[in-house]
C-alpha cells in the first residue's frame, strides 16, 4: 500500500497517539506548529518534517503567511491530507483545504464545528434543542432578546475553545457595559440564556457517517465553572446502559448527522436543566476532548481516540474498511487541578483504582477506573476534598484553555 502524506496543524502541543499512529501504519507526516512549541517532546520519531509558525497572538497565526508557506510545500510534496489537532487549527486546515482543493472538512461545515453561532442556529433549523439565544449584531434584536428572555444571560465568544472568555451577565445594564466594553469585536460574541443543570461531554468516532464509538461522561465540575471560579476539574463516565447514556447517544447522534460529519473524533457537549430535565445541544467539535478526557475514555473503553481516528483517516487515503474494537466496560474518572508544586507528591493518592498520574507542570492528574460507579466517585471526592485543603493553586484564567 503507498505511503500518504498527512500534514497536522496544531498551534497547542497535542496529538502524539495520532502521529505515532499515523506513521505506524506506513504514511508520511508534515508538522505545522507554532514556533514556541520546538521545545516540546513531539514524537519525533514519526515525523518526517516539520515547519513552524509564528504567533500573532495565542494559537493565531498570518494565515496569508500560511497559505504561502503551503504552496512552497506544495510545490515539491503531494499532499493527501490535512488534519486539525486543536480545537484552534480547524479553520487554519478548513482554509488550506478550500485553497488547495484537498478533500477533508471544508469551510462551510467547519462553521458548524467551530463557530457557537452557527452551531446554535444550525442545531435550532435541525429541531434540537438549544438555550435560547441571539446573535449581537444590532442593538434592537439585543433589547428584545433580553426583554423577552429572562436573566441570567451568558456572552460568549463565537469561536474560542472551552469556557474561555465567557461572561455571565445578570442584569441589561451590565450586558450593554459588556457589550460596549467589546468595541469592533462585538461581533465575534453571541448571547444566550443561562440554564442551571448537569453538564456532560460525549466523545465519538464517526466512519463514513456511522457513528462507531461513543463515550459518555459527565461533568462533576463543568469547564466553564472551573474556569472562571478556580478549582478541580473531574468528570466520570456513564455507564453504557443508564438512561443518561441513551439520551446522550441518541442526541449525539442527531447533531452529528445533521452538522454534516462524514468521519473523524468529535468532542460535543450538553446540560441537562434542572428546570424541565431536557438535555440542550452547547457545542461540538471536530476533534478529540482535550483536558485529558482521551485519557478518562481509554480507561473505561480501552479505545485510544486519538489512535483510532488516525486509522479512520489511513482506512479514507486507502480505500480500506475500518472497524473498531468492541468497548471494555469500565467506569473511569478523571481529576485535574492546577497546584502550587512544579511536581506533585502522588503517593498519598495511590490506590489500586489509580490507571495512570499525568505528568503536567503544576498540575494535578489522576485517572481512575473500577467496575463499580461508587468507588470512582468516591475516589475522586476524597482526591479533590486533598487538593483543595493542601495543594490547590487558583490563578485568574489567562492564556489558552485546556478543553
Not at 514556533?35 to 509564528?54: C, Q, R, S, T
Not at 452557527?118 to 444590532?138: C, H, L, W, Y
Not at 432578546?145 to 451577565?169: M, N, Q, T, Y
Not at 472497524?323 to 466496560?329: A, H, I, Y
Amino acid at each position: 500500500m503507498e505511503e500518504k502524506t498527512i500534514v497536522c496543524i496544531s498551534c497547542y502541543y497535542k496529538g502524539y497517539d495520532f502521529m505515532d499512529e499515523m506513521k505506524r501504519l506506513g504514511n508520511k507526516i508534515i508538522l505545522v506548529t507554532s514556533e514556541n512549541l520546538k521545545e516540546k517532546n513531539w514524537p519525533w520519531h514519526a515525523i518526517d518534517e516539520v515547519f513552524y509558525m509564528p504567533e500573532i497572538k495565542p494559537s493565531v497565526w498570518n494565515l496569508d503567511h500560511l497559505i504561502q508557506g503551503f504552496s512552497h510545500l506544495m510545490q515539491t510534496r503531494k499532499v493527501d491530507a490535512v488534519i486539525a489537532l486543536d480545537d484552534y487549527d480547524v479553520e487554519k486546515a478548513a482554509l488550506i483545504r478550500e485553497t488547495f482543493r484537498i478533500p477533508g472538512m471544508g469551510q462551510t461545515t467547519h462553521r458548524y464545528f467551530r463557530d457557537k453561532l452557527a452551531m446554535r442556529q444550525k442545531a435550532k433549523d435541525s429541531g434540537i434543542n438549544v438555550p435560547e439565544f441571539t446573535a449581537v449584531f444590532n442593538n434592537d434584536e439585543v433589547n428584545r432578546f433580553v426583554d423577552k428572555v429572562p436573566a441570567p444571560w451568558v456572552l460568549k465568544p463565537r469561536s474560542e475553545a472551552s469556557a474561555s472568555g465567557i461572561k455571565k451577565l445578570t442584569s441589561k445594564d451590565d450586558l450593554w457595559d459588556a457589550l460596549n466594553a467589546l468595541g469592533e469585536e462585538r461581533h465575534l460574541f453571541l448571547l444566550e440564556s443561562f440554564k442551571p443543570g448537569d453538564v456532560y461531554h460525549v466523545d465519538s468516532l464517526t466512519f463514513n457517517k456511522d457513528i462507531v464509538f461513543t463515550s459518555a461522561s459527565k461533568y462533576l465540575a463543568p469547564p466553564m465553572q472551573v474556569s472562571h471560579e478556580g478549582g478541580v476539574f473531574r468528570t466520570k463516565t456513564l455507564g453504557r446502559y443508564s438512561d443518561e447514556f441513551k439520551a446522550l447517544d441518541e442526541a449525539n447522534a442527531k447533531v452529528l448527522s445533521n452538522f454534516g460529519l462524514m468521519n473523524g473524533a468529535t468532542h460535543t457537549e450538553f446540560i441537562r436543566s434542572k428546570d424541565d430535565g431536557k438535555y440542550y445541544f452547547l457545542e461540538t467539535s471536530s476533534r478529540v476532548g482535550g483536558a485529558h478526557i482521551p485519557d478518562l475514555v481509554e480507561a473505561s473503553s480501552n479505545i485510544n481516540i486519538w489512535r483510532e481516528w488516525a486509522k479512520i483517516e489511513d482506512a479514507l487515503l486507502k480505500g480500506k474498511n475500518y472497524e473498531v474494537s468492541k468497548p471494555t466496560g469500565y467506569y473511569s474518572g478523571l481529576i485535574v487541578a492546577l497546584i502550587k508544586d512544579k511536581e506533585p507528591d502522588y503517593n498519598e493518592f495511590e490506590c489500586e483504582e489509580v490507571v495512570k498520574f499525568l505528568p503536567i507542570d503544576y498540575h494535578i492528574g489522576i485517572v481512575y477506573k473500577s467496575n463499580d460507579s461508587t468507588i470512582v466517585q468516591e475516589r475522586l471526592d476524597r482526591a479533590a476534598e486533598k487538593i483543595h485543603a493542601e495543594m490547590l493553586n487558583i490563578l485568574p484564567p489567562k492564556g489558552k484553555p485546556t478543553s
